[in-house]
């Protein structure tokens, strides 16, 4: 089992930048593909980026393709979610998940491919 822990979310105006994070616990991190997602006020929470077990793969949400970059470091249980060109319909709480996968350049993007869940973190984005 896994523990995900969010943080880095903040108040940015339009046109800045915020980078999170997700500290997982646990010496098995490799073995999990990773994703965010995000959920605004009464929205279905939806998919924003995923990433492989070795970071070789990755996978956008048309709305932050260019603009958004995921990436993890393994060493640090860790991964990276850096957010450009900010716009106000960013504005949501970012949940980041991850699920045990055999396959190493699996990136999953469905909420029901992930087992495992943060408590989110929010990021406002002030026009």
């Known amino acids: 089992q896994v523990q995900l822990v969010e943080s880095g979310g903040g108040l940015v105006q339009a046109g800045g930048s915020l980078r999170l994070s997700c500290a997982a616990s646990g010496r098995t991190f490799s073995r999990y593909a990773m994703g965010w997602f995000r959920q605004a006020p009464g929205n279905e929470r939806e998919f924003v980026a995923g990433i492989s077990r070795n970071g070789g793969s990755t996978r956008y949400a048309d709305s932050v393709k260019g603009r958004f970059t995921v990436s993890r470091d393994n060493a640090k249980n860790t991964v990276y979610l850096q957010m450009d060109s900010l716009k106000p319909e960013d504005t949501a709480v970012y949940y980041c998940?991850?699920?045990?996968?055999?396959?190493?350049?699996?990136?999953?993007?469905?909420?029901?491919?992930?087992?495992?869940w943060g408590q989110g973190t929010q990021a406002t984005v002030s026009s």
């Open positions: 998940a991850a699920d045990d996968v055999w396959t190493t350049g699996m990136v999953l993007t469905a909420i029901s491919d992930y087992d495992y």
